[in-house]
T-cell receptor, first 111, second 115 residues
Framework: KQEVTQIPAALSVPEGENLVLNCSFT??????LQWFRQDPGKGLTSLLL?????REQTSGRLNASLDKSSGRSTLYIAASQPGDSATYLC??????????FGPGTRLSVLP | GAGVSQTPSNKVTEKGKYVELRCDPI?????LYWYRQSLGQGPEFLIY????????DSGLPNDRFFAVRPEGSVSTLKIQRTERGDSAVYLC?????????????FGPGTRLTVL
């Protein structure tokens, strides 16, 4: 059974810092991996999707990498802003077509 | 255009009661998903519909949980004989075709509290 973990559970940084969020999964036979953002009282928003054959994806200040063989992904956020404060969730899509989510990292960016 | 909507936004019920949670997907989306998110955890897959049929219901925890999508659009998640452990946020998502890698658009969720 696929299990997804994320560290740290919570992170607080001053505005402008670069930061890295980590995601690990136990079964490397995944179809893809996604990073989501969740704001309080709102649904999830997809940030980046990495296919299993890819190594990384970039969108603006966000860069996600994937090392499928070691079961790891990182989300790099450059020049963090208070508006980046949210919970970041990593999810792997199995060949069974359903997502397995990690518990999330709660990020606070202080002005 | 409108996103995925869910009603009610909050539901408080007593142990043993029956509840229905509604999801309105994005118009034209054939795939619909239900997830459950407990406090401090990531969403947990419950069931996936392709059109009117449940393509994968392997995540439903037991037979107290049931979901329908009779016309291939709106879906209702039904929970019988609710238990305190059912308290969670229930999220719905829809996608255009439901294939692997198809972007899922999430609703804001229904927060269910069982007293």
């Amino acid at each position: 059974k696929q299990e997804v973990t994320q560290i740290p559970a919570a992170l607080s940084v001053p505005e402008g810092e670069n930061l890295v969020l980590n995601c690990s999964f136990t079964d490397s036979a995944i179809y893809n991996l996604q990073w989501f953002r969740q704001d309080p009282g709102k649904g999830l928003t997809s940030l980046l999707l990495i296919q299993s054959s890819q190594r990384e994806q970039t969108s603006g200040r966000l860069n996600a990498s994937l090392d499928k063989s070691s079961g790891r992904s990182t989300l790099y956020i450059a020049a963090s802003q208070p508006g980046d404060s949210a919970t970041y969730l990593c999810a792997v899509e199995n060949y069974g077509q359903n997502f397995v989510f990690g518990p999330g990292t709660r990020l606070s960016v202080l002005p | 255009g409108a996103g995925v909507s869910q009603t009610p936004s909050n539901k408080v019920t007593e142990k043993g009661k029956y509840v229905e949670l509604r999801c309105d997907p994005i118009s034209g989306h054939t795939a619909l998903y239900w997830y459950r998110q407990s406090l401090g955890q990531g969403p947990e897959f419950l069931i996936y519909f392709q059109g009117t049929g449940a393509a994968d219901d392997s995540g439903l925890p037991n037979d107290r949980f049931f979901a329908v999508r009779p016309e291939g659009s709106v879906s209702t998640l039904k929970i019988q004989r609710t238990e305190r452990g059912d308290s969670a946020v229930y999220l719905c998502a829809s996608s255009l075709a439901g294939g692997r890698g198809d972007t899922q658009y999430f609703g804001p969720g229904t927060r269910l509290t069982v007293l």
